[in-house]
């Protein structure tokens, strides 16, 4: 026998293409679809946590040029996530119901690496918890997630070692306006701010896009999470990962930079 190092023993094709079991009798042809999109999304945060504690890992060691090449990545993966919709959005919204009493009481809800991302970023709603089944293990590693310093954090801890404030919200915010007032100063600082709100923005479009295309299958039907369906999503784009940057643009105008 060969047992060489194959494309498909190497990327474990067979149990892959193994993964997919419709449940509905006779097979919804859409149902395949409807796997596969999630086990894609699903792969995905897989790797956007992989980049997340690099990037973490980079802060801490001031190593802002890394951080930058990460941020390309996830920045480049949250586009693909928010167009990923438009595969699901070809089914149309009777095709879905069709099969979709198969699904209950299962939702994205329920994804975990989802809620460690969010986690790991500073959105950190322990009420989500109570709808995951886990293991004690999976909840032990989310609970100890909730308690470990954010992104976040991480953030505010290296503009500390760069000498700005960050101990109040009053702090931060005159910390983020001093450097995009005068963004040369600190260029990698600056650089870094712009990443955090764009991995920021595009989580909160990815959220956007999610309950649009909820509206579109269900309209305002209640979730098969349990939630009130588009209602509960349409509050989700709330959420930021990183307030006081977005707060510090209210604070922009002409005159700042004299000040800076
Ligand atoms: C036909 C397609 C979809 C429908 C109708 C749908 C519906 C919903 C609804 C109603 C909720 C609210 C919770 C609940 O009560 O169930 C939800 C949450 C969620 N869905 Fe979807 N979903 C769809 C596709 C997807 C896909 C492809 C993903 C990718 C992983 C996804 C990920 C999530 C996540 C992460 C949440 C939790 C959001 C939060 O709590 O902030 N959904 N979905």
Known sequence: MDDRISYSSYLKVDELVDLQRPLSRPEHHDETLFIIIHQVYELWFKQLLHELRAVV?????????????????IHTIQRLLEQQVDVLETMTPQEFNEFRDNLNPASGFQSLQFREVEFLCG??????????????????????????????????????????????????????????????????????????????????????RHVRMVERMIGHKIGTGGSSGAE????????????????????LGTGNYAQS
Do not use: C
């Open 232 to 251: 509960y999503l349409q509050r989700t784009l709330n959420h930021k990962f990183f307030p006081e940057l977005w707060e510090v643009r209210t604070h």
């Open 123 to 208: 959105v950190r709603r322990m009420d989500t918890l109570k709808y995951i089944t886990m293991t004690d293990g999976q909840r032990a590693k989310l609970e100890r997630l909730a308690n470990e310093p954010s992104l976040y954090d991480h953030v505010k801890a290296l503009l500390e070692r760069r000498g700005f404030a960050v101990d109040s919200s009053e702090a931060l915010i005159e910390s983020f306006r001093r450097i995009y007032v005068n963004p040369d100063a600190n260029y990698d600082l600056y650089l870094l701010l712009e990443d955090l709100i764009e991995f920021d923005e595009r989580f909160i479009l990815w959220r956007g």
């Open 57 to 73: 890992e980079a802060l801490d060691r001031d190593e802002l040029l890394r951080v930058a090449k990460y941020f390309r990545r």
